[in-house]
Every structure is written in C-alpha cells, then in structure tokens.
C-alpha cells in the first residue's frame, strides 16, 4: 500500500509512520519543515510542504492508496474559548484542499485522525457511542474537529460514484513516549513521594496508547471492508483515576500511597500541584465505546491499557 503521511513528526505521526514501516508499507511522508536528521527509512520519501488551502497536491498524491491525515494544524486552538474566524476557517481549508485533491486522485481511503472532543466536552453521563448526538459543550476545539468531520463526510462517496471512503478516528487522551500535555503531568505527579487524596475516585475514563493509535489508523487505510464514517476507538476497559495513579506508581517502582477523602474534597485535588488540571478532568466519566470500529475493521487493540500503560513508564523509568 501507497500511503501519504501527514503531521509525519508529530507525536502520532513519528508512532504511525514506524507502524507504516513496520508492514512494509511504501509512505510519502509530509513534513513542513524538514525531516528528522538522519535521513529516512528506504521505503520511506520526505516531502516538505507548508499546507495551506492553495496547496498543490496533485503531483503528491499519484500512485497513492490512502491518506492518514494527522496534521490538521487544529492544535493551536487547544484551550481556546474562540479565535479569529479567518485564523480556523483557514486551517479547516487546507485539510479540505487536500481531501478534495485526493477524491480527484486515486486515493481509496482518506483517514483522518479526530478527536473525542468533536463530540463530548470533558465528561459525559453515558457510554458515548457514534450514534449519539454531539454534546453542546465541546470546547472550541472540538468543534472545529467536527467541522471538519461533517465537511470530509461529504466527500466520503461510495467507490463505485467515483468518491473515496472517508473515516474519522475520534481518539480520548493519547499516552507513550515521547508525548507532551496531560498525560506527562499527570506521570509526574506519580511519580512524587506524597500520599494523594486520589482513591476515591472510581470514574471511567477511556484512554488509548500512541501504539494502539497508530495500529488503528493504519487499519483503517487498509480498510478491509470499505467503510467510511466517524468512528470511537480506545485502548480496551477504561480506567478509573485512583487505578490510573495506582498502576503508575506501581510501574515507577514508587509505594502505592492514596488514601480516600470525602466528595467535596475529591473535587478540590484540582489544585494539586504539577497536575492538578488534568487530575480534575481525568476523574470525571469520559467513556466510548470502540464496538463500531471494531466490527468495521476487524480491528483490536495490540496491547490492553494496563499493559501499554506499565510498558510505557518502565521504559520512561530506565
């Protein structure tokens, strides 16, 4: 398989670019500025492009079987309540300058890597599922990730019209080495001596490591079943917060050291330092179901969350 790589040194990107490898896929990789130093693997070839909506693909995308698009440029909007209208409506263009360009090609399948915020805000009452009505407190963030996914739907015309399948992948909160943000903080408050008013906290929260991303978004450009639409995927049974910080310290070799404290005082270990923001958000529910995608793909997480978890901070240990 010919596969165009966008976001290819990104965090996702560099784990999904080794899985491409991996299989022995042939991988037009896009950096926008230049490649790794060191050069690139042999069935690997760098090109450097500055994305923007006038974009030229068309020379790019000859001979290319699927696009895994895992830089949309949307991160810049992490947090922010809004943005300038012409600042997001640009970043939405280019990533439809180039699905546009690749239902003209010969791309088969446009995969293209969401988030669970293109449907949720920070916690949900239920199980969310892709039959489920987007949440009305997206942060600005996901809502422009949902733009973008009604936008690609519309492209994702069946094969046999002459469109391409068009799959969004809504990935929870990504861990492994080499990421930044949450889930970094949350390591380092693990691994500090003091006890943690943290065992109360038997929320379920879906998570899902950089590997088993990778795994699903290379499955989904090998597509075995024709499918197109938004899709949840997850590392497996979520995890509650007091498990979470349990199974890491563990991993870091540090004592167990969480102790039980009443409701009112578990919503004050947001202020804990180092990671108190993301304590606060990582012990309310966040949970998906993956069944849809399983089903589609015929695909399951290579590692369970509790092994990809502990794998990861050995290594981060070392």
């Known amino acids: 398989m010919n596969v165009l790589l966008t976001g290819a040194s990104g965090f996702v990107g560099r784990h999904v670019l080794l899985a491409l490898q991996k299989e022995g896929h042939q991988v037009c990789a896009v950096y926008r500025s230049r490649p790794p130093k060191g050069g690139c693997a042999q069935n690997v070839v ?187 995927i997850h590392d497996g049974p979520p995890l509650a917060m007091a498990e979470l910080m349990a199974l890491l310290r563990q991993a870091l070799g540090r004592r167990r050291r969480l102790f039980p404290v009443p409701g009112l005082l578990v919503r004050m270990a947001g202020n804990l330092p180092v990671a108190g923001p993301v304590v606060s958000r990582l012990s309310r529910d966040l949970e998906v179901s993956s069944k849809k995608f399983e089903a589609d793909f015929g695909w399951q997480p290579p590692q369970l969350a509790r092994e990809a978890l502990y794998a990861m901070v050995k290594e981060i240990a070392k």
Not at 50 to 78: C, K, N, Y
Not at 121 to 149: I, N, W
Not at 158 to 163: H, P
Request: with cysteine; charged share 15%.
């Open 46 to 232: 760098p090109v450097i492009v500055d994305m923007s909506p006038q974009t030229d693909w068309g020379q790019i995308l000859e001979g290319i079987d699927a696009v895994i698009h895992t830089g949309d440029g949307l991160r810049v909007f992490e947090g922010q309540k809004t943005a300038a209208a012409d600042v997001a409506a640009d970043a939405v263009a280019t990533t439809m300058a180039l699905a546009q360009a690749a239902q003209s090609s010969s791309v088969r399948t446009f995969v293209y890597l969401s988030s669970i915020k293109a449907a949720s805000g920070y916690c949900a009452s239920h199980v969310l599922s892709e039959s489920d009505t987007p949440s009305l407190d997206r942060p600005f963030y996901g809502q422009l990730k949902a733009r973008l996914e009604g936008q690609l739907a519309s492209l994702g015309t069946e094969r046999k019209n002459g469109g391409m399948y068009m799959v969004s992948l809504r990935s929870p909160i990504v861990y492994g080495i080499g990421g930044t943000g949450n889930f970094d903080r949350l390591v380092a408050l693990a691994d500090t001596p003091f006890p943690l008013p943290l065992a109360s906290m038997s929320n379920r929260r879906s998570i899902i490591s950089v590997a088993n991303l990778s795994d699903g978004l290379v499955r989904a450009a090998k597509n075995p079943n024709s499918c197109s639409g938004h899709y949840f």
